[in-house]
């Protein structure tokens, strides 16, 4: 069946500017995940629904970022006045999350760059 | 906090010979240990779990809470094996995943 999948792939944009990125989950995923990975480092948690709430916002770096989340369904994470920090790789999973050890299925990322 | 440090940014090795990866970790509970693997141009995927105590593309990894480590190893690497490597932990009762930074691994022929 499809896996996660994500969009845009790639979006450059200019500093201050808003960018949005989407993510559709697993067909029958309740739980979601966004991570960040910016060159030379690892995935950093950012934030994590279940069903349309979000238990877990602990990574979400500032105010300038935020997350939403429709039913169990599509997930959108905005960026508000995009620093140079931003640029990264952001990764979505999902997973049944029938129990804590359920496998997270990941998505190919969105590249953001931010000049 | 939970931690994950993988101390090798890049492992290369001969085609043939075996290949630790290490990981060492840092909680306080009992932790659920992940390898996730990317392969050139492929998404992030996992490759092994410590509570499947399986091989998987003939690689194993061990957990050893006394030294708080869950290297990955396989006795002879192949080629297609070339991958980035990252280990990751999940704290229990926790859905979420803290990451190392990763490996390269690289197998020449």
């Known amino acids: 069946g499809a896996g996660v999948s994500q969009s845009p792939s790639n979006k450059v944009t200019e500093k201050g500017k808003d960018v949005e990125l989407r993510c559709d989950p697993i067909?029958?995923?309740?739980?979601l995940y966004w991570y960040r990975q910016r060159l030379g480092q690892g995935l950093e948690f950012l934030i994590y629904?279940?069903?349309?709430?979000?238990?877990?916002k602990s990574g979400l770096p500032s105010d300038r970022f935020s997350a939403e989340r429709t039913g169990e369904s599509v997930s959108t994470l905005t960026i508000q006045r995009t620093q140079q920090e931003d640029s990264a790789v952001y990764l979505c999973?999902?997973?049944?999350?029938?129990?804590?050890?359920?496998?997270?299925?990941f998505g190919p990322g969105t590249r953001l760059t931010v000049l | 906090a939970q931690r994950v440090t993988q101390p090798e940014k890049l492992l290369s090795v001969f085609k043939g010979a075996p290949v630790e990866l290490k990981c060492n970790y840092s909680?306080?509970?009992?932790?659920?240990l992940f390898w996730y693997v990317q392969y050139s141009r492929q998404r992030l995927q996992l490759l092994l779990r410590?509570?499947s105590r399986e091989s998987i593309k003939g690689f194993t990894a061990d957990l050893n809470k006394g030294e708080t480590s869950f290297h990955l190893k396989k006795p002879f690497a192949q080629e297609e094996d070339s991958a980035m490597y990252y280990c990751?932990?999940?704290?229990?009762?926790?859905?979420?995943?803290?990451f190392g930074k990763g490996t390269m691994l690289l197998v020449s022929p």
């Open positions: 999973a999902s997973s049944l999350a029938r129990t804590f050890t359920d496998t997270q299925y």
């Open positions: 067909s029958g995923h309740t739980a």
């Open positions: 629904f279940q069903g349309n709430s979000a238990p877990d």
């Open positions: 909680y306080s509970g009992s932790p659920e």
């Open positions: 410590h509570i």
């Open positions: 990751a932990l999940r704290g229990s009762g926790y859905s979420t995943l803290t």
